[in-house]
């Protein structure tokens, strides 16, 4: 085996060598890069988002994390449907000195290395799951997974993989197993300033020869950036969105007090004697994401102090010098913080990944389980984009949750929450799960107060429109719930009790809305309200089929100016305008006014959702497909043949399925501009 190199040496030849790197989508790999992995018929791999709060992350049965910018939907999107997204890839790392059949070793187990970004995260692990699939739990008894005798908290992920099988990883050696099963679990809450984190709980468990000075952590390369900048994905320097390249600019900060390593957007360092900040244009991105190591439980007689290992390098596929289980052993036992220095690690001179662990567990007996605790943390950068106090206080509150074994106060559930979109008006309907609900820190436990109805443009500033609580006590405003009482109502799947309609809406923008419930509080813990994102729901308002029965098909805006106001600032892309007071039924002809079609769509309004419109209904988003009126299409200026259309007029036909196949015809302008060319 090489001799291994020094960190030092080593750093200097990772950042000559990483210079020369292009990113580049990663080739499928086939059947002879790996070694068989061994998968039992009761296994298989599995990926799934896990969007229970403010963060979105795609969690695997498999040890990797993240989506590996091969699909446009969340790897680590903060805030939830923003976005901002923060992870390319990330893996739990595993590493011990073991004993096989062959002697002693020294081993790692990583669920991820650099590499290029593509579809083989499964190829990316050295772990093979031990079960079929991410189960799912929840506290909520409004949740489709409320298991209140074994969740832990509004949203777990649990799953189990194991290090059996000898595979190889990006050109590595082959994996020596040292068997070592883990149980993962997550964990979100979505109130307070909880609604920020995604804890990471593990249960290691050894099941062969006795392990020594065993180490947990995570590899990751966190890269903040403003995918919702980019007209393509994954980002690229020659894309239409003009943002130009993105992996060469992260900021990687880390607070020894907090066990907290952060990183944030940076386009690059201003030179002295100006701020360095000053260079980032971090408005562009103004949010910090982090991991912060929570705390671990060893043996009954493990006495260890643990101390934590950081390290960076400047991202390079196949490194020499971290191809052997030595050389990432020794990354991950340093006991040291090390300086993130050199222009190998700074915005836009270097390309940084990082691997952050914590050890040692110096005897792990067969068959003995010890757990480590992480958290995935956002925060607000503030005022600037730059400002840590943000993450930096939610990671206090992540400490918290933690050292209280992560049983918390809770608000009430948000009840099921369904909305009805018609003309200028949005009508809520909700059910009363949450008067039922049960907090075992509250005295008494059925403390449920009442409900408050949010509404916005945008979900980071939805407005408060009205609340309603219980009448009778001293709490509140003693509304009671008359003003919103309804007969049991069956609105889709859901049974309402109650009903709230919002009026003075614009028809064709996007609305957030939802409903929320909050607990009566008491003197040593304030008032909890459940948060808005449980129950989150997109409507647009518009003309209902019926509801404007002498009024013809029309298209809005007209004319169509660069982009509508709903639109404004968007990728081209994103753009659309409306044909609205369609039949239920019909077929939408465009044409030219030479008479060449561009677009013949039929047309159902029980069954469209924005399909289509990337600006209205985005599939890659977690918020699901949006409520619309049920007489409304929104057309994304894009020809069947895949082309954006030229500023013009243009001619539309409606024909109408529903009354005899009637036809109405009509004419609307589009104005662009040059830089809808691209």
């Known amino acids: 085996m090489r001799r291994a190199m020094s960190l030092a040496v080593a750093l200097v030849l990772w950042t000559s060598v990483a210079a020369a790197v292009e990113r580049e989508p990663a080739p499928a790999l086939g059947p002879s890069s790996v070694f068989e992995r061994i998968v039992p018929d009761s296994a298989r791999f599995d990926q799934e988002i896990q969007a229970g709060n403010a963060i979105a992350m795609t969690m695997t049965n498999y040890g990797f994390y993240g989506n590996n910018f091969f699909r446009r939907e969340a790897s680590f999107e903060y805030p939830t449907n923003r976005g901002y997204e923060h992870l390319v890839r990330g893996g739990l790392w595993i590493g011990a000195q073991a004993t ?35 189960l799912k739990r929840s506290t909520l008894s409004t949740s489709p997974f409320y298991d209140p005798l074994r969740a832990i908290s509004e949203l777990d992920f649990v799953s189990g993989f194991n290090d059996f099988s000898p595979v190889v990883v990006a050109g590595g050696e082959a994996h020596r197993p040292m068997n070592i099963e883990v149980q993962h679990e997550t964990y979100q809450w979505n109130f307070a300033e909880f609604a ?111 101390k934590l290992s950081f390290s960076a390098w400047s991202w390079l596929p196949g490194s020499p010098f971290r191809d052997e289980d030595v050389e990432r052993y020794a990354l991950m036992s340093t006991g040291l913080i090390q300086p993130i220095a050199g222009d190998s690690l700074m915005p836009r001179t270097g390309d940084p990944v990082t691997i952050f662990s914590v050890g040692p567990f110096p005897l792990i007996y067969r068959d003995s389980t010890v757990t480590v605790d992480f958290a995935f943390v956002g925060g607000s950068g503030g005022a600037g984009g730059a400002d840590p106090r943000g993450i930096q ?51 008494p436990p059925n403390d449920f107060q009442g409900y408050r109805v949010y509404i916005g443009e945008d979900p980071d500033t939805m407005a408060l429109v ?95 100016r660069v982009e509508a106001r709903w639109d404004q600032g968007s990728n081209v892309r994103d753009h659309y305008l409306w044909f609205a007071n369609l039949p239920e039924r019909c077929t939408i002809r465009i044409y030219t006014l030479a008479g060449d079609l561009l677009l013949e769509k039929e047309f159902d309004g029980a069954t469209y959702h924005g399909e289509g419109a990337r600006g209205i209904y985005d599939p890659s988003a977690s918020l699901g497909k949006p409520t619309l009126s049920g007489a409304s299409f929104g057309w994304n200026l894009i020809t069947r043949q895949g082309q954006a259309i030229a500023t013009g007029l243009y001619l539309y036909s409606v024909e109408d399925h529903a009354s005899g196949n009637k036809r109405h015809v009509g004419k609307f302008l589009v104005i662009k501009s040059d830089r809808e060319g691209q």
């Not at 002697?103 to 593509?118: I, K, L, M, R, S």
């Not at 065993?214 to 980019?230: D, I, N, T, W």
């Not at 009205?466 to 405003?477: E, I, L, N, P, W």
């Open 100 to 134: 096989d059949e062959h002697g002693e070793f020294t081993g790692v187990a990583c669920g991820a290395v650099d590499a290029n970004q593509g579809p083989n995260s499964t190829l990316a692990s050295e772990f093979t799951p031990s079960g079929l699939d991410i």
């Open 393 to 443: 206080l939610n990671s206090k509150f992540a400490q918290f949750a933690y050292d209280h074994n992560y049983v918390l106060p809770v608000p009430p559930p948000s009840p099921r929450f369904e909305v009805v979109a018609r003309e200028q008006a949005l009508d809520f309907y909700w059910d009363n799960e949450s008067q039922s609900a049960y907090d075992v820190t509250s005295q």
């Open 466 to 560: 009205a609340q309603f609580d219980v009448a009778g006590d001293t709490a509140s405003f003693n509304t009671g719930f008359d003003a919103i009482t309804i007969a049991p109502t069956l609105v889709d799947t859901l049974t309402a009790n109650y009903k709230f309609t919002v009026r003075g809406l614009k028809d064709g923008f996007k609305y957030y809305c939802a409903v929320t419930a909050f607990d009566l509080g008491n003197s040593q813990i304030t008032s909890l309200e459940s948060g808005r994102s449980q129950n989150q729901r997109i409507a647009i308002p518009g003309t209902q089929p019926g509801e404007r029965p002498d009024s013809k098909p029309t298209v809005f805006p007209n004319p169509y």
């Open 196 to 306: 920020n984190i995604l804890f990471v709980h593990l249960k290691v468990t050894n099941r062969g020869p006795l392990l020594k000075n065993m180490y947990v952590g995570f590899y990751a390369e966190l890269a903040s950036g403003c995918k919702k900048c980019y007209v393509n994905w994954p980002p690229g320097a020659s894309d239409a969105g003009g943002m130009g390249g993105y992996y060469d600019k992260k900021w990687i900060a880390f607070d020894d007090s907090l066990g907290l390593m952060r990183e944030h957007y940076c386009a690059g360092f201003a030179a002295p004697p100006a701020d360095p900040v000053s260079g980032c244009a971090a408005h562009i991105e103004p949010y910090w994401v982090g991991i912060k190591h929570l705390g671990t439980r060893g043996l009954a007689e493990d006495t260890t102090t643990r």
